[in-house]
């Protein structure tokens, strides 16, 4: 059911633990770290290295919906830690720019990244929270690079999301082989 093309597709993961190369050799995986600074950083340099049709994210992420289980793909992404409300932006929205949500036009849950890990309900609530996927999205859309954007739900983004995580994070890779890339 493989629907992405090994050729042109760049994956970007968090972590190795969230999807390790020997589990897909093949494939052009690349690890940019925790953090959407990170994720910057690491989708510049690969994408002018790798010139990928395709930008492929996966990794692992909290559920904010008690219905949301397994693997799901974010389609809609928000800032959810820039706060500029004492200067007359809406929580999420980065000054000086319209909008606040980088928005793809197919059915998806919506994702809020930010550099800290949930263990309660953020103000700016979504579906999902992650800490990287935001930065990629925007670089996307800012390259014209096609964004595909897929989370494996790890834990439920209360206090006991870290050992939640900790526990699904080996086995979070499964699904995404399976049902993506295989």
Do not use: H
């Amino acid at each position: 059911m493989g629907q992405f093309n090994k050729q042109d597709t760049l994956i970007l993961v968090a972590l190795e633990s969230e999807l390790p190369r020997a589990n897909i050799p093949q494939w052009n995986i690349q690890y940019i770290g925790v953090g959407k600074v990170n994720a910057a950083l690491a989708v510049c340099r690969f994408s002018q290295e790798f010139k990928p049709k395709v930008i492929l994210n996966f990794g692992t992420a909290g559920a904010l919906r008690e219905d949301l289980t397994g693997l799901v793909e974010a389609t809609s992404f928000y800032q959810r830690d820039m706060d500029a409300r004492p200067m007359g932006f809406s929580l999420g929205q980065t000054p000086f720019e319209d909008d606040n949500c980088i928005a793809f036009d197919r059915p998806g849950v919506s994702c809020g990244s930010g550099d800290s890990f949930v263990t309660s309900a953020p103000e700016l609530m979504t579906d999902i929270v992650d800490m990287e996927a935001f930065a990629l999205a925007k670089f996307a859309v800012q390259t014209g690079i096609d964004f595909r954007c897929f989370k494996y739900i790890s834990d439920a983004a209360d206090s006991e999301a870290p050992k939640s995580w900790k526990e699904n994070v080996i086995s979070s890779s499964e699904l995404f082989i399976k049902d993506l890339l295989n």
